[in-house]
């Protein structure tokens, strides 16, 4: 533990979190610390994940997102060991964020995760990477190629709410996709126009319409 | 679904496998399951509906406190098997003295969406919100009154509107919410859709989350808003704001999508 060398804004949140009675109670003290955006906060704000409470899981995903940045490496280096459900707060946490490090676990968690919530949020994050934040051109290129494949596939997937995410995914990389992938950008186009006639969802049809339109 | 059989494994029968048990009755439990296997996965066959319509009138399979679980879930299975043909003899099943079986009835009579029963599903309303109190010794009403009153409104009962209203004041919350929207499917005034809106404050979750559903069946696109500031999960919000979406697009024949259309896919989108 680390309790001991926590600064003086967060070790009262820490003392509230510890002495937490209820899940509610437990909940408000990892609201107050999220709200608290202190990155020394990133370690029990990931530790929260595993104490199976959705509202507190909830905060704490909102904090590590709003702190960004430094919440990445802990994120990615703890997803092994993390328990099932830690794991998918885990993935949402770095589907808000959009870092460039998480790509490759956003596109494995985006095709292969068992959960449909998890398939949804890192479809939803495929799409919203910052890609101003990769280092050189030639890697953001290869990410978007990565990106716009993962997407295209998840088109596919038999739950709707995972689909349409990809859309709004593919609608969102429409928008930025650099230059040199501008033979890759028929395929996208194609496969919203797929979804717009034909997905047995009429969501997913509007959805898919609006997202041609947008790109239009 | 509160089914505890939703979660069983759908390769765990073959259709042969669910109308051969059916179609048994040695066995109470099979048959049981068999029942709610065919209307999961929409098993429409004249052998399966004949079965549904057999099982309907069980006599051997009983609980403990004389109800009929094998009817229950043949009526629901009807219910999601869309056959037209079946709604007389669940006309019949209403007459079951298994509380729960005549929810399940009508429920599917609502959606099988026959007009034809809505004198006998009205007829449950005489006597008024007098008449529509706890049944003696047990955790229910007399009647399904929430579910008799989401069916009239799902059929279009518009002639029902004078007995309908007065549900809107009954002292269980649920049947307020259940007469406010049958109400405003046959009405369309806004004020009874605010009542469905102001039900997504409640501090039970569970009627939370009904007004979810509620406000996405009946198409209230002014709910749209709440519903995403919801405190419930993102995964029901988002079938929510699905079904008012397509409850819309459905209302809206145009192709162009309406500005309330794109709205409320921007709400989803932020739920994602």
């Known amino acids: ?216 | 679904m509160s089914d505890a059989a939703e979660n069983v494994p759908a390769e765990s029968l073959t259709l042969e496998e669910a109308i051969a048990n059916l179609q048994q009755t040695e066995d109470p439990g099979l048959r049981y399951y068999a029942a709610w296997w065919v209307g999961r996965f929409r098993a429409n066959q004249p052998v399966v509906i004949d079965s549904l319509v057999v099982a309907l009138a069980d006599e051997l399979n009983r609980s403990p406190d004389g109800g009929y679980p094998l009817r229950r879930n043949a009526a629901r299975a009807l219910g999601k098997l869309g056959e037209p043909s079946v709604v007389p003899a669940l006309l019949e099943s209403l007459d079951c003295d298994d509380y729960y079986v005549r929810g399940a009835v009508v429920e599917s009579l609502g959606e099988l969406g026959d007009k034809v029963a809505i004198p006998r599903l009205l007829s449950f309303l005489d006597g008024g919100v007098e008449a529509a109190t706890m049944m003696p010794g047990k955790p229910h009403l007399r009647e399904p009154y929430d579910l008799i009153l989401e069916a009239l409104g799902s059929l279009g009962a518009t002639e029902a509107v004078g007995q309908i209203k007065p549900f809107a004041e009954h002292s269980v919350e649920k049947v307020q919410y259940a007469a406010a929207r049958a109400m405003y499917q046959l009405t369309g005034e806004s004020s009874y859709g605010d009542v469905l809106v102001q039900a997504l404050a409640a501090p039970d979750l569970q009627l939370r989350r009904a007004a979810l559903m509620d406000i996405g069946a009946v198409g209230y696109m002014p709910g749209a808003e709440a519903i995403a500031g919801t405190l419930a999960e993102n995964s029901l919000k988002l079938i929510a704001l699905k079904g008012l979406l397509e409850t819309h697009l459905r209302q809206s024949p145009d192709d162009a999508l309406t500005s309330e259309a794109i709205h409320s896919m921007d709400l989803m989108d932020d739920l994602l």
Request: charged letters at 20%; aromatic letters at 4%; proline letters at 5%.
């Open chain 1, 1 to 216: 533990m680390t309790v001991s060398s926590a600064s003086p804004q967060l070790q009262p949140l820490l003392d509230k979190l510890h002495s937490a009675g209820t899940a509610e109670t437990l909940r408000f003290a990892v609201e107050d610390i999220a709200a608290a955006q202190l990155s020394e906060a990133v370690p029990i704000l990931i530790e929260v994940l595993g104490y199976n409470n959705p509202g507190a899981a909830v905060a704490a995903v909102d904090g590590l997102i709003t702190i960004g940045e430094p919440s990445v490496m802990p994120l990615i280096e703890l997803l092994d060991g993390f328990n099932y459900g830690a794991r998918a707060w885990a993935l949402r946490a770095l589907a808000g964020i959009g870092d460039p490090r998480g790509i490759d676990l956003l596109v494995k968690a985006a095709v292969e995760d068992f959960a449909l919530s998890v398939r949804r949020a890192a479809a939803r994050g495929v799409g919203k990477l910052h890609w101003q934040e990769f280092t050189s051109e030639g890697d953001r290129v290869v990410a978007q190629s990565k990106a716009l494949e993962t997407l295209i596939q998840v088109c596919d997937d038999p739950e709707w709410v995972v689909r349409y995410a990809a859309v709004t995914g593919l609608e969102a990389l429409g928008q930025v996709l650099e230059s040199q992938l501008v033979d890759e950008r028929p395929h996208l186009i194609t496969r919203l126009e797929v979804m717009a006639q034909g997905d047995e969802a009429p969501a997913l049809q509007a959805r898919a319409q609006l997202a041609l339109q947008r790109l239009a």
